[in-house]
Structures are given as structure tokens and as C-alpha cells.
T-cell receptor, first 111, second 115 residues
Framework: QQQVKQSPQSLIVQKGGISIINCAYENTAFDYFPWYQQFPGKGPALLIA?????SEKKEGRFTISFNKSAKQFSLHIMDSQPGDSATYFCAAQTGANNLFFGTGTRLTVIP | KAGVTQTPRYLIKTRGQQVTLSCSPI?????VSWYQQTPGQGLQFLFEYFSETQRNKGNFPGRFSGRQFSNSRSEMNVSTLELGDSALYLC??????????????FGPGTRLTVL
């Protein structure tokens, strides 16, 4: 059973456009929601993370929107660049150090 | 500060063999978690070690085991390898354990191929 559901599976965006990736969860015990970026041949790297007491967090071109009542959260990448082309994973975590990952979104930014 | 290192980076084994993977966490990090990444199942949590003790375990068979040493370095062992064990095995370290606010830093992974 997938604890964190992620969509879309793949996304193609023009340079300068906005990339939006959505995730949903069921377990209300989750209290930490990170997003990871993974390039081919590399391990995932933390991009941005949010706690459920905050509805939005912005770091540069990356923004997380969090809707606690709907149990949904999303990643927005503003002014998408070809260098952003990678696979993005949302994740959720309880107090224990085990992350439950979404299935990933392969983002391609076309120049 | 050096990142998480994993050795070896690539490994080819045959069915029935066993394998040991190694992970060196970031200096000062005491928690090490292991994940399996496959195209079909995605990223799945294997187990976490903190202060040489396994604190959390995912839903994997007993063929998957691990340990942590006093310097926080960790090893993961898979016995009686099956074709389905072919995957990228990722190690992640964090400063402490038991808090969801501790960022986990991932290593580059060990690519295991079982023939």
C-alpha cells in the first residue's frame, strides 16, 4: 500500500514555466514532509521541507503548499530551468527516521 | 564537510550469494538509514540504526540485515540473493534519530545487480 501518492508520473515544461507536482497522504501521524531531487546516478538530495503547522514555505524558486485538512501537499517550481530536469520525490515521515516516498515525477524542462 | 559515502558503488553477484554494503555517514551523524530503490517499487525503507542499535525496520524479509559500529559506520548484508534484490541501495545519515525534523542526507548508492 502506497502511503504517499504522487502525480503526475512525468511532466514536461517549457523553460520559464511553472512545474507543479502533487502528493497526498492518509496517515495523520506524518509530521514532516520533505521533497527530494534526484539526478541520474546520484542519491536523492533534499530540496525543501515543510511541517504541517505551516501552509506554505518558499525557498528561492521552490515553494511547498500544504493543505492539512485535505492531506495534500504540492511542489511548485517557478521559472523552471533545464537544469531542474530531474526526478522529484515527495516524502512523509513520522517521529521515526523512516521516510515514506512517493513514486516520483520525472520533470523535463525544454529550453 | 564530506558527504555520505557508500562502497562499493557497483556490485554484480549471482543468485544464492550474499553481499555486504558499507556506508560512512557524515561526521557527527549518529543515525543511519538504508533504503532500496527499484523502478517497480520505488524508494522503500529498510531499517535505521542509531547508536549501534536498530531502531526501526521496514517490511523486508530477514535476509536483509544490518549493523552499525561505534564510529557510526554501517553495513548492510543481504543473504541468499534473489534476482529481485537487484536495486540501488541508498544510505542516509542524520544528526540524531527520533525526530522528524532531522534532515536525512543521502549517499550516491550502491548499484547491486543479481544475475
Amino acid at each position: 500500500q502506497q502511503q504517499v501518492k504522487q502525480s503526475p508520473q512525468s511532466l514536461i515544461v517549457q523553460k520559464g514555466g511553472i512545474s507543479i507536482i502533487n502528493c497526498a497522504y492518509e496517515n495523520t501521524a506524518f509530521d514532516y514532509f520533505p521533497w527530494y531531487q534526484q539526478f541520474p546516478g546520484k542519491g536523492p538530495a533534499l530540496l525543501i521541507a515543510i511541517r504541517p503547522d505551516v501552509s506554505e514555505k518558499k525557498e528561492g524558486r521552490f515553494t511547498i503548499s500544504f493543505n492539512k485538512s485535505a492531506k495534500q501537499f504540492s511542489l511548485h517550481i517557478m521559472d523552471s530551468q533545464p537544469g531542474d530536469s530531474a526526478t522529484y520525490f515527495c516524502a512523509a515521515q513520522t517521529g521515526a527516521n523512516n521516510l515514506f516516498f512517493g513514486t516520483g515525477t520525472r520533470l523535463t524542462v525544454i529550453p | 564537510k564530506a558527504g555520505v559515502t557508500q562502497t562499493p558503488r557497483y556490485l554484480i553477484k549471482t543468485r544464492g550469494q550474499q553481499v555486504t554494503l558499507s556506508c560512512s555517514p557524515i561526521s557527527g551523524h549518529r543515525s543511519v538509514s538504508w533504503y532500496q530503490q527499484t523502478p517497480g517499487q520505488g524508494l522503500q525503507f529498510l531499517f535505521e540504526y542509531f547508536s549501534e542499535t536498530q531502531r526501526n525496520k521496514g517490511n523486508f524479509p530477514g535476509r536483509f540485515s544490518g549493523r552499525q559500529f561505534s564510529n557510526s559506520r554501517s553495513e548492510m548484508n543481504v543473504s541468499t540473493l534473489e534476482l529481485g534484490d537487484s536495486a540501488l541501495y541508498l544510505c542516509a545519515s542524520s544528526v540524531t534519530g527520533g525526530s522528524s525534523y532531522n534532515e536525512q542526507f543521502f549517499g550516491p548508492g550502491t548499484r547491486l545487480t543479481v544475475l
